[in-house]
Nanobody, 113 residues
Framework: QVQLVESGGGQVQPGGSLRLSCAAS????????MTWYRQAQGLERELVAF????????NYADSVKDRFTVSRDNAKNILYLQMNSLKPEDTAVYYC??????WGKGTLVTVSL
């Protein structure tokens, strides 16, 4: 069955960096475009980044553009999100769904002093 396991979250100070990973299994990872979403407490889920099947096509929410970079390793079935210059408003649970039907448990990112 489809499994998506996010990792790499934690607490970091403003201006810091984190690299999130998403291990995918149960489907042919290289056949699917992938996304990163986040959900802050009390708010709706927000699309953060998109990456095409080959990794060349990417797109970002305006709020993270020039700070976050999405990438993928199709040989290892892993999706990444490199997050730099983190801000308190980046605090959220981050998810790497496949489409709209398959979601992992997410990984919590907390940006605070």
């Amino acid at each position: 069955q489809v499994q998506l396991v996010e990792s790499g979250g934690g607490q970091v100070q403003p201006g810091g960096s984190l690299r999130l990973s998403c291990a995918a299994s149960g489907f042919t990872f290289s056949n699917y475009a992938m996304t990163w979403y986040r959900q802050a407490q009390g708010l709706e889920r927000e699309l953060v980044a998109f990456i095409g099947t080959g990794g060349a096509a990417t797109n970002y929410a305006d709020s993270v553009k020039d700070r976050f970079t999405v990438s993928r390793d199709n040989a290892k079935n892993i999706l990444y999100l490199q997050m730099n210059s983190l801000k308190p408003e980046d605090t959220a649970v981050y998810y790497c769904p496949r489409g709209f039907n398959y979601w992992g448990k997410g990984t919590l990112v907390t940006v605070s002093l």
